[in-house]
């Protein structure tokens, strides 16, 4: 069975204070790492798909990284409109065709 | 472009009650996929439609749960009759027709807040 693992589950910065946020995962075959962004009473928006360990995605002040255990949300100078919940999902070959597997999410905090 | 929408935001009914909550896909999207997040848990899959088929419905807690999806269009989810442990955010999400390399990249709506009391 496929499993996910974020860390911390929540995180307190100061805007402009980088930091990383950890995705810690077991499955067989990965067919893919998924980071969602999620705000308060939205849906889970989708930020980057990793494939592959090595592989690297950049977004504004994000960038994922990806190994054969893990993945890291790397979020550089943040502002207070980072603040959200930031949710890491898995696709296995054990899985469904289409079935991610997600994890709790990182609550993160940007204190201006 | 409009992105998924669905309906209604929240439902607060009793136990032994009927619900039926809505999904509206992003237009032209073949995949539809509904989740449910208990409070303090992670979001968990319930089912997939690829048009008007079920493709995978291994999520779905039990018969209590029946999902439609007309025409391959919008989907409704129906809880018949609802239990307090049913109490959760449902999400439904969208997906262009997938592809071998992915990106399998989904569009998730709002939620529908279920409250069963």
């Known amino acids: 069975e496929d499993q996910v693992t974020q860390s911390p589950e929540a995180l307190r910065l100061q805007e402009g204070e980088s930091s990383s946020l950890n995705c810690s995962y077991t499955?067989?075959?990965?067919?893919?790492l998924f980071w969602y962004r999620q705000d308060p009473g939205k849906g889970p928006e989708f930020l980057f798909t990793?494939?592959?360990a090595g592989e690297e995605k950049e977004k504004e002040r994000l960038k994922a990284t990806l190994t054969k255990k893990e993945s890291f949300l790397h979020i550089t100078a943040p502002k207070p409109e980072d603040s959200a919940t930031y949710l890491c999902?898995?696709?296995?070959?054990?899985?469904?065709?289409?079935?991610?597997?997600f994890g709790r999410g990182t609550s993160l905090i940007v204190h201006p | 472009e409009a992105g998924v929408t669905q309906f209604p935001s929240h439902s607060v009914i009793e136990k032994g009650q009927t619900v039926t909550l809505r999904c509206d896909p992003i237009?032209?999207?073949?995949?539809l996929y509904w989740y449910r997040r208990v409070m303090g848990k992670e979001i968990k899959f319930l089912l997939h439609?690829?048009?008007?088929?079920?493709?995978?419905e291994s999520g779905m807690p039990n018969n209590r749960f029946l999902a439609e999806r007309t025409g391959g269009t919008y989907s409704t989810l129906k809880v018949q009759p609802a239990e307090l442990e049913d109490s959760g955010v449902y999400f439904c999400?969208?997906?262009?027709?997938?592809?071998?390399?992915?990106?399998?990249?989904?569009?998730f709506g709002p939620g529908t807040r279920l409250t069963v009391t």
């Open positions: 999400a969208s997906s262009q027709e997938a592809r071998r390399q992915g990106p399998w990249e989904q569009y």
């Open positions: 499955v067989s075959g990965l067919r893919g």
């Open positions: 990793l494939y592959s």
């Open positions: 999902a898995v696709r296995g070959r054990s899985g469904g065709s289409y079935i991610p597997t």
């Open positions: 237009s032209g999207h073949d995949n």
């Open positions: 439609f690829v048009k008007e088929s079920k493709q995978d």
